[in-house]
């Protein structure tokens, strides 16, 4: 890459890195006595890898190719990610003992609160906020490093935002899916208010108006269909509760044991 944000470059070792780490990690489940790892989280895993690289590889020297990585980083590869299931993988392969010690720090009160949808929203469209209404966006255009952290926040921003809405990995209990629903709505609206700031030239970016407006319809569209995968995602994840679990008034809630599966 190149221009000021040639910085990027070095950070494509990190979808390498994470696409063979988990290849690794699901070819070891075909040892015999292992249940074997699903194809279909191994291809899922590997285009939210692949989105993540030509995010990467895609000059970002406009606010047009911003607004491209913006979607592909933050929300296009982190549903990818999680759909391919990476925390329960991990938890298959590392040694038992390590594995219970995940499940507990996952049960802590603090890892409730940052993996709560309302948590991953704020980190997202807050985050998307500060960097168009601020001078934040015009900085990353002279300093690489920061525009590395940039994206490295929307990546996970935007993984905490897809688990929390819709990732099968084990994790911290999460609201019921009408919350969920309602917090991508929000997101939804988040987006297409900040498109239609940006299409009216309201925003902190020095650009011509017609690349503004070229941005702001990207963003409208795309981070659309970005959502209503997410949404999809979430009512193919979704599990309800049988009637025989169903807390009532002489029978509280039990707290299922965690069970670990592809």
């Known amino acids: 890459m190149t221009g000021a944000h040639g910085g990027v470059g070095p950070l494509l070792l990190v979808p390498m890195a994470l696409f063979w780490g988990y290849l690794a990690a699901a070819l070891r489940q075909r040892d015999p006595g292992r249940a074997g790892w699903s194809h279909w989280r191994t291809a899922s895993f590997g285009v939210g890898t692949a989105l993540l690289a030509v995010a990467l590889l895609r000059p970002a ?8 990585q ?5 929300m296009l590869a982190p549903l990818g990610l999680v759909l391919g299931a990476p925390g329960t993988l991990a938890l298959r392969t590392v040694p038992p003992r390590v594995g219970r010690a995940a499940l507990r720090l996952l049960r802590h009160p603090v890892a409730a609160v940052a993996t709560h949808p309302v948590t991953g929203l704020l980190l997202t ?6 960097l168009h209404l601020t001078p934040l966006y015009r900085a990353t255009l ?13 990546l996970a921003a935007g993984y905490v935002f897809s688990w929390a809405i819709a990732g099968p990995d084990p994790g911290p209990h999460r609201p019921g899916v009408p919350l969920r629903l309602v917090v991508l709505g929000l997101s939804v609206a988040a987006h297409a208010t900040l498109a239609q700031l940006m299409y009216a030239g309201l925003v902190d970016v020095a650009a011509p108006a017609d690349r503004l407006r070229t941005a702001a319809t990207l963003m409208y569209y795309v981070g659309d269909l970005a959502e209503i995968l997410l949404a999809l995602a979430l009512l193919a994840t979704w599990r309800p509760t049988p009637r025989r679990d169903r807390p009532t008034p002489d029978r509280p809630e039990r707290r299922p044991r965690a069970v670990v599966r592809a």
């Open 61 to 68: 020297h406009d606010l047009v190719g911003h607004v491209w």
């Open 70 to 74: 913006h979607l592909l980083v933050g």
């Open 125 to 130: 469209a807050g985050g998307l906020y500060l």
């Open 142 to 154: 002279t300093h690489p490093g920061l525009h590395a952290v940039v994206l490295l926040h929307f």
